[in-house]
């Protein structure tokens, strides 16, 4: 028996509740990722982006990094993601990228693109685009 996942489909926050964006943009890093021999042997070029609703309940305006959602924390665990081993698919990059942005409960909301840089030559990037809610 599985555990429920905190990852449900999107759905809008509650009308009237104050949010902002926090974002990672274009963060590159090189990845064990793909399910061909040739993408087991060696790295290649991911680029992740993402977008956060974070939720403000509550929120001080007291200027401590405390109050906020550490987009420093965040990319660092992005990185250990990506370290931590082959990964097969970037849908599963996706979702536990996603997963580790929910961990904070005042984000609501995550959309995360995974981009393979180096597939195709004549293509600039493929990948995936997911959007995930936190439910807690």
């Known amino acids: 028996m599985t555990s429920p996942s905190i990852i449900q489909p999107l759905h809008q926050p509650a009308p009237g509740a104050a949010t902002r964006q926090v974002f990672v943009r274009d963060l590159t890093l090189p990845a064990l990722i793909g399910v061909h021999r040739h993408e087991k ?7 992740l982006n993402l977008d956060m609703e974070v939720l403000e309940d509550g929120w001080s305006n007291q200027d401590r990094l405390s109050d906020v959602v550490c987009y420093e924390e965040i990319v660092s665990a992005v990185r250990d993601i ?4 082959h990964i097969n698919l970037v849908e599963t990059l996706a979702e536990m990228t996603a997963a580790t942005c929910l961990k904070d409960h005042r984000v609501r909301k995550v959309k995360v693109r995974v981009e393979k840089l180096d597939v195709f030559a004549d293509a600039g990037s493929v990948g995936v685009e997911i959007e995930r809610v936190n439910t807690q």
Do not use: K, L, N
């Open 41 to 47: 042997d060696g790295r290649q070029r991911v680029r």
């Open 82 to 85: 990506v370290a931590a081993g």
